[in-house]
């Protein structure tokens, strides 16, 4: 849940970029497009790393908030959160490519990258999850990354 909102709160990403890099896109001002496209990223990226460390900071008193039944589900959750934080900064940049790539007419792109994220993910959670031994949310967050990571190397061809 904590993860959840914390990305969802910032879905605004995708729309305050989107209009801003077309209409500079529309005039030919490529190096304006450049511009709010950067400092989307690091908005993102300031943004994201905040969000990560406050979670990772707070997360043993929102489980307390949300009192688990047990003492072990708390420990899961804690772990839980831990695992997948990370990935709120890499959610956070991809909102801010997408409206990039959106600002220029370029939807195909995020799309192959979305496509090949996917697929990866298929392939390796059931690999990293049901596979033996580990830390259940390491594996997760190994297979999420190898994900992204496929996602971004396929969106490296344009939909130009």
């Given amino acids: 849940m904590a993860i959840t909102f914390s ?9 305050l970029t989107t209009p801003r890099i077309a209409a500079a896109h529309a005039n030919g001002d490529s190096k304006r497009v450049a511009r709010l496209a950067a400092v989307g990223l690091w908005l993102a990226a300031i943004a994201g790393t905040v969000v990560v460390v406050g979670l990772n900071l707070a997360k043993v008193p929102i489980v307390q908030a949300l009192r688990p039944p047990e003492p072990e589900v708390a420990r899961y959750a804690v772990e839980y959160i831990t695992a997948k934080s990370p990935g ?5 940049l ?4 997408s409206g ?6 370029d939807t195909r792109t995020p799309l192959i990258a979305a ?22 949310g390491c594996r997760w ?4 990354g190898l994900a992204l990571l496929v996602g971004f190397v396929a969106s490296g061809t344009t939909g130009e």
């Fill in 94 to 97: 991809g909102f801010v490519a």
């Fill in 7 to 15: 990305t969802y709160v910032f879905s605004f990403l995708v729309f």
């Fill in 88 to 92: 709120i900064l890499a959610v956070m």
């Fill in 115 to 136: 496509a090949g994220a996917f697929v990866m993910q298929l392939v390796l959670t059931p690999l990293f999850i049901i596979g033996e031994g580990g830390n259940l």
């Fill in 141 to 144: 967050v190994l297979a999420r």
């Fill in 100 to 105: 990039t790539y959106r600002g220029v007419k």
